[in-house]
């Protein structure tokens, strides 16, 4: 695989306006959740518990891999069945009833157990669950951009996401939306 500097990755970002609806391959994905979920650095974390938010992924269409619901266990680097099929319509809704994450290839939801961080830190605790959702999320945009995927952060109802990633995520709330998959590129008509 060829390797781009970290400069030229940078470069080319942007988020995704348009995903096309075809496959991104179960080894592009792995990459992904591998290199965004490697630790932040930060006070707050245990390192037994060394993240606060969990992934909860839909996908639409990667090779190698059934459409679903999942959830990603980072140690181990595995994805869990939650329950399988088609769910485009239901991440379009999700995503405040948007194209982008019903064409996505994968939509990675971050929730997290609020209250015993809060209980833990206070209200501390939320500033800190948002800002490891803000670092993970940014390098899920930087390793899909180097491996020439499109990337693009989004907002959700927070209720719903819950309820549709339960009964495994009762309890938890909501954080972050990132939608992955091939980009389509808008071509100026001028």
């Known amino acids: 695989m060829r390797r781009d500097p970290i400069e030229q990755v940078i ?4 988020s995704s306006r348009r995903f096309a609806r075809t496959p991104i391959s179960l080894q592009q994905l792995s990459t992904i959740l591998d290199r965004a979920t ?7 974390l245990d390192p037994l518990r ?7 992924l839909i996908v639409h ?8 619901a999942y959830v990603f266990h980072c140690g181990p680097g595995l994805l869990e069945c939650l329950k399988q099929g088609d769910f485009r319509s239901q991440a379009g809704y999700l995503g405040l009833e948007q194209d982008l994450p019903a064409d996505a290839a ?11 961080i809060l209980h833990r ?4 605790g939320y ?13 899920l945009y930087l390793a899909a951009y180097a491996q020439r995927l499109g990337a693009t952060g989004l907002t959700f109802y927070d209720d719903d996401v819950t309820h549709f990633f339960s009964p495994h995520a009762e309890g938890k709330s909501a954080i972050f939306l990132v939608a992955l998959g091939n980009s389509v590129k808008y071509q100026s008509s001028e």
């Open 11 to 14: 470069l080319r970002r942007g």
């Open 38 to 44: 490697r630790g932040v650095p930060a006070d707050f």
């Open 50 to 56: 060394p993240q606060l938010n969990q992934l909860y």
């Open 61 to 68: 269409a990667v090779e190698g891999l059934d459409s679903g």
């Open 106 to 116: 994968v939509d990675i939801f971050f929730l997290a157990d609020l209250h015993p």
């Open 121 to 124: 830190f206070g209200n501390r």
């Open 127 to 139: 500033r800190a669950v948002q800002l490891e959702a803000g670092i993970i999320g940014g390098k």
